[in-house]
Nanobody
Framework: QEALVESGGGWVQAGGSLMLSCAAS????????MGWFRQCPGKEREYVAS????????YYADPVRGRFTISRDNAKNILYLRMTNLKPDDTAIYYC?????????????????WGQGTQVTVSS
């Protein structure tokens, strides 16, 4: 059974940094494109970033491009999200998920079960 466990969230002041992790089990991690999503208070879950199965390509939503970096370690079955220059608008619960692809490009919609997420709070 697939399981995704997010960790690494916390409280940080604006301008600070955090590294999120997503530990995957139950599937062959290296077979799947993976992505990060977030749900800000009072809003729907939104796409943040994604990476191809081989870690060859990364994609980002406009609000985080240049500040966040997605990476993965297929040997350890872990997906990462390095977040820098954090802003109060980045406050959200962050989730990871598997992604389907279209002609090799990850489709920015979660395709598997959602984990519990990890809370990130950025104060001004």
């Amino acid at each position: 059974q697939e399981a995704l466990v997010e960790s690494g969230g916390g409280w940080v002041q604006a301008g600070g940094s955090l590294m999120l992790s997503c530990a995957a089990s139950g599937r062959t991690f290296s077979d799947y494109a993976m992505g990060w999503f977030r749900q800000c208070p009072g809003k729907e879950r939104e796409y943040v970033a994604s990476m191809t199965a081989s870690a060859g390509k990364a994609y980002y939503a406009d609000p985080v491009r240049g500040r966040f970096t997605i990476s993965r370690d297929n040997a350890k079955n872990i997906l990462y999200l390095r977040m820098t220059n954090l802003k109060p608008d980045d406050t959200a619960i962050y989730y990871c998920n598997t992604l389907r692809t279209l002609f090799g490009t990850p489709i920015p919609v979660g395709s598997g079960s959602w984990g519990q997420g990890t809370q990130v709070t950025v104060s001004s």
